[in-house]
């Protein structure tokens, strides 16, 4: 039986339904835009702590889900906004209740992600989705913040901002324009990459850099002046290790995920300290101020783009 496809997801219409599995920042913002731009009727979400519940009395949802799966049902879209780990075991699980799903000729779901890595996601997706995989689009929202928690919803977070898409070879064409609009609709900027492009890319603009900064703040942490640090840093090291305040469980799982890419961007900021190490060490002030203007010139172009 041919799965059935929802009228309410199709280009430009309002969504009857949209489900959210795991409602953290992120996706308690999916819903708060969501529901501030009127896109959606009813808004459903799951999380395995708290925040579902705290999104509830928000009013950003209107049902708290028993399980995640229970989020498919009834929905035209669902988004994936759990940590990568999460997303990738909840494969098989989704596959299932598609399936149980189409079998009661009930309308199927298009899924999308928040994931900041995308090749162990779509690697899932292709294995354990089988004929639902092309009704899956992976996606990651170039937004964020040092917030965590349902209580951080903000209703502007994806405004102008960039979501990269990264269709799978197969990808339906029309799931793949729903759910760009659906992006879109939330007020964001849609662009398209392959994944491993978006891992290798994303490994060096946002995994090490997390990596540093948390690695720059363990530093001073555990050295012997830690407490007269806090009193005396400045606006300089808080503006450089902001992202550190992120969730450090999220962060794990993200690197993790990424390993290759991140270990390969690692190594190159490493080799990068050794060069400006050697300098200080030989007190080789020509080079060192070559090195520290290569990098401000970068920084001066980084400044200038949107």
């Known amino acids: 039986m041919a799965a059935a496809c929802s009228k309410a997801a199709a280009a430009g219409e309002r969504l009857n339904q949209l489900g959210i599995i795991g409602i953290g920042m992120i996706g308690a913002s999916v819903a708060a835009a969501a529901r501030a731009r009127g896109i959606v009727e009813r808004i459903v979400a799951y999380s395995p702590g708290d925040d ?3 999104a509830l009395r928000a009013g950003l949802i209107d049902q708290v889900c028993t399980r995640a799966t229970d989020c498919l049902e009834a929905s035209d879209v669902v ?3 759990a940590p990568v780990s999460s997303i990738v075991d909840l494969m098989p699980q989704i596959a299932q209740t598609m399936a149980a799903l189409e079998r009661q000729g009930k309308a199927l779901a298009r899924l999308t992600d928040t994931g900041s890595s995308k090749q162990m996601i779509s690697a899932a997706a292709a294995h354990h989705l089988g ?3 092309a009704r899956f689009l992976a996606a990651h929202p170039i937004a964020g913040s040092e917030r965590r928690g349902a209580a951080a919803a903000n209703p502007d977070l994806f405004l102008n901002r960039k979501v990269l898409l990264c269709p799978s070879e197969d990808q339906d064409p029309v799931g793949l324009q729903q759910l760009e609009q659906f992006w879109q609709s939330l007020g964001a ?3 398209l990459m392959e994944p491993a492009l978006h891992d290798a890319v994303y490994a060096e603009v946002s995994h090490w850099p997390h990596a540093a900064a948390y690695a720059l703040c363990l530093g001073i ?12 840093a ?4 808080k503006d450089s290790t902001r992202i550190a305040a992120s969730d450090a469980a999220l962060w794990a799982d993200i690197l993790l995920s990424n390993q290759a890419a991140t270990l390969a961007s690692a190594q190159r900021h490493q080799d ?22 290569r990098a401000s010139q970068w920084r001066q172009r980084l400044q200038d783009v949107a």
């Open 52 to 54: 579902a519940q705290i």
């Open 79 to 81: 988004v994936l906004s």
């Open 131 to 133: 004929r639902f995989k």
């Open 189 to 191: 900027r849609t662009a």
């Open 221 to 232: 942490a555990s050295g012997p002046h830690a407490e007269q640090s806090l009193a005396q």
């Open 234 to 237: 400045g606006a300089g090291l």
């Open 272 to 293: 990068a300290v050794d060069a400006l190490i050697r300098c200080i060490e030989q007190a080789d002030r020509d080079k060192l101020v070559a090195l520290l203007s």
